[in-house]
């Protein structure tokens, strides 16, 4: 059985890549997430967030963390001021993966994570 991958972004071609691959995507749009279950596609085994500001990716994580989720997700970003100063990269199961990136580097990176050993549940009280 194919990995699952969320795919959460405004760029629905992002998702048809993964979906070519080896992979089974699920496809959120940013807005979408909050009334997204699990029960609708299965859990994922990563996640893979292309938003466009920091705390939006703070929100999701801290959500899902917060959930039981614990796949690793991937972040999609421009370098800014805002994602390097975001403490919050110490959440585990979180990688920013910088913009422009290749495709061959988006599947790298989701391989790699696939493989990493399980998140352990942080303490978010």
Request: hydrophobic share 50%; net charge negative.
């Amino acid at each position: 059985m194919a990995p699952l991958v969320l795919v959460v972004s405004r760029n629905p071609g992002l998702a048809m890549t993964l979906g070519s691959e080896s992979f089974d995507v699920a496809a959120l749009r940013p807005g979408e997430l909050a009334g997204w279950s699990a029960d609708e596609t299965g859990r994922p085994d990563a996640v893979l967030l292309d938003v466009e500001h920091a705390q939006d990716a703070l929100d999701t994580l801290t959500s899902m963390r917060a959930n039981g989720n614990l796949a690793p997700v991937l972040i999609l970003s421009g370098e800014n001021e805002e994602w390097r100063a975001a403490e919050w990269l110490e959440l585990p199961g979180a990688r920013i993966l910088t913009l422009p990136i290749s495709r061959a580097a988006i599947l790298l990176a989701l391989d790699d994570a696939l493989r990493e050993p399980d998140v352990q549940a942080p303490d978010l009280h």
